[in-house]
T-cell receptor, first 114, second 112 residues
């Protein structure tokens, strides 16, 4: 069965610093990969997704992610973090052609220091 | 505005009672989903429905039931058989294969 690991439960960065959130997946074939963001007590918002093509994917709010097949990774990055980026981030993988059966990682909570 | 509406936002239930969480979408999406989220954990799929009058169990369906009588509605019933029902419940929908899955704002259920 597929699985998603987000090794960092909590991350704290200073405002203006760069950010990288790690995501590793386990699946035999090419997966469909997603990053979602969740503000406290709210639903999830899609940041970006990878289905095929260019392995560097641009998303909303200045985020990007890179799919590395050899490392089974899909890390999320942002060059300069803003205080409003403080939230919980979830990596997810879908393993069917419909891209709808999502398996989520445990999440990474991002805190931003002023 | 189009979107997914979940209600109520907060719900308290006594042990032994069933409770139904509402999920309505006006996005004309075919597929709908229910996820459960526990603190410090990711989301786990409870049930999903690809079309009206059809639904499938997800990873943690025990103690839950759903119906899909209308395209825009996918209510979730948390039954007394659910051992640990206190959680945050998220409804989601999708227009079709490969498209983005959109989430509602969630419902907090607390068993007292």
């Amino acid at each position: 069965a597929q699985s998603v690991t987000q090794p960092d439960i909590h991350i704290t960065v200073s405002e203006g610093a760069s950010l990288e959130l790690r995501c590793n997946y386990s699946y035999g074939a090419t997966p469909y990969l997603f990053w979602y963001v969740q503000s406290p007590g709210q639903g999830l918002q899609l940041l970006l997704k990878y289905f095929s093509g260019d392995t560097l994917v641009q998303g909303i709010k200045g985020f990007e992610a890179e799919f590395k097949r050899s490392q089974s990774s899909f890390n999320l990055r942002k060059p300069s973090v803003h205080w409003s980026d403080a939230a919980e981030y979830f990596c997810a993988v879908a393993t069917n052609n419909a891209g709808n059966m999502l398996t989520f990682g445990g999440g990474t909570r991002l805190m931003v220091k002023p | 505005d189009g979107g997914i509406t979940q209600s109520p936002k907060y719900l308290f239930r006594k042990e032994g009672q069933n409770v139904t969480l509402s999920c309505e979408q006006n996005l004309n999406h075919d597929a709908m989903y229910w996820y459960r989220q526990d603190p410090g954990q990711g989301l786990r799929l409870i049930y999903y429905s690809q079309i009206v009058n059809d639904f499938q169990k997800g990873d943690i369906a025990e103690g839950y039931s759903v119906s899909r009588e209308k395209k825009e509605s996918f209510p979730l019933t948390v039954t007394s058989a659910q051992k640990n029902p206190t959680a945050f419940y998220l409804c989601a929908s999708q227009t079709g294969a490969g498209n983005t899955i959109y989430f509602g704002e969630g419902s907090w259920l607390t068993v007292v």
